[in-house]
Structure formats: structure tokens, C-alpha cells
């Protein structure tokens, strides 16, 4: 039989040859799942002969992998923002930028005091990411989910319903389902009420973008989700119009756009808003669009 170490570093080639991001990475997370641990309990288990029905669960996990499936979907879930969720085909992959677009939400929510009762829409909320994750970091806020897909609605309602309940071993937050209203709406058609925050991380590829994308992104998001007309910017020119009126006074709008689409949008858009401005993401690019009512 061959231990741990030895399966893993076979992996790890193998996926750096198939031009996997991270080869090691994803075979130590792959191989934990197969085995039934942590990633990290694997460091002690390195000298251990791998039983063939781990084995056999681990190489049907690489398969997959080889063919650039998401790791996520293979997993079945992600950590995003604080919180585990259900991850496949239904809905985007959750992303860095769009935990980084969170990150700009929660200073704004902290500034109104940890007290203050807040409310909250997520446009294009796909599997429930930014209500969820926000929902479960501040117990007073008030958070609506909306997208047009079906599908995408249903996997954010069973999010919510593991975060409520803790089934699967996901963390749990108690309550949290009497506190999210998920709805059907082309963006902001089936929306009512005002709200303190809007998030949206909309379609904002081109075409030709999406072509260029990572095979986990172009052969497995929804097209749906990653791709509009002018420019890529349609959907998010749609949003920031109409926001003002479904934003309290104070509030806030915040997107997530594709790279040099935030100045253009701040440019168009500013006279809608009190204050209006283009921020970078970690790596320094201008990612999110951030307006103010």
C-alpha cells in the first residue's frame, strides 16, 4: 500500500502537470475529504498505508479535479466570509473579491454602532453568500437575497437552512432564517422596501472575457452570472440607476465590477448619489464601485 505522503506528491504532480493552480493545496484538501479528517491532521498521518476505499474515493476526487471541475464543487462547500456553504453548478463559485466586497459592507454596517438594526439587499445573490455571511456576522440585521435564477434561489434557501440548523456539520447560527427573505426578482422588479445597504456582484464579463476565463470558470459557473452586454457593464448600469430609490438616506451601494469598469461607472453615475467612489480589491486593481445615497 502507498502512504499518504507518497499518494500526495503523485497528486500534486499530476495536477501541476494538468495546470492546476495550487496542485498541492487542493490534493491535501481532496485527500482529507477522502480520508474523512482536517487538512492539517494529515501532517500527522503521513506514514499511514491508504486503504483502497480511501483510495478509491481520493482518485475519483483527482479525476474530476484533472478535468478543471471546481474544488469546491467536488467538496460539496465552501468557507466564505465566516461561514461554510453548499457549492455546485446552481450558483457561482464565491469568490476573494466578493469576500473582499463583504469586507466593505461589514466596516460600513459597523460604523451605525453593533446595536443598530440594519437592512439589507443582496442583487444576484446566487447560493446566498453576501446576505448570509453578513447576516451572520451582525444577529441585528435584516437581510433580503434576491436573483432571477430558480436554481440559484434554491441552493441559497438550503445555505440558509443549514446555517439555521447546523446539519452537516456546518457552523450554526440560530435564527438566521427568521431574519433573511429570499425572493425571485430581475433585480430590483420584485424588490420592496428601502434598505441601509444594497450589495450586488452582477454579471460584468464580455464575451470575450469569458473565453479567456480559467476552465472552472468558463466551463462551470452559469453563464448567466458571469457575462453582459456593453462593455459588461449592462447589469451593473441598471443597478446603480435605479438604487436611489430602494436606498434609505445614508445608505449604501456597493458592486463588485470587472477591472476598469468602476471609474467609468463612478463617472456616469455620481450625480445620482451624495458621494460615489472607485476602491481597489487586495491586489491592488480597482474593483468595486461604492456609492452613497
Known sequence: MQSVLEILKKCEQYFGQKGIPNPGHDAQLLLARALGCKRLELFLMFDRPLGEKSLSAFREFARRRARREPLQHILGDCEFFGIRLKSDRRALVPRPETEELC????????????????EILDLGCGSGAIALSLAAKFPQLAATAADMSEEALELAR?????????????????????RVKIVR???????????????ANPPYLTDAELASAEPEVRDFDPHSALVSADGGMRDLKKIISAAPDFLNPGGILICECGLQQPERLVEEFAGLYSSAQALPDLSRRTRFALFAK
Not at 469586507?103 to 440594519?118: F, M, T, Y
Request: glycine share 14%; proline share 4%.
Open 103 to 118: 469586507e466593505i459592507a461589514a466596516g460600513k454596517l459597523s460604523e451605525r454602532g453593533a446595536d443598530a438594526r440594519a
Open 185 to 199: 426578482s430581475d433585480w430590483f422588479e420584485s424588490v420592496c422596501g428601502k434598505f441601509d445597504a444594497i450589495a
Open 158 to 178: 438550503e445555505n440558509l437552512a443549514l446555517l439555521d440548523s447546523g446539519e452537516g456539520g456546518f457552523p450554526r447560527f440560530p435564527g438566521i432564517a427568521e
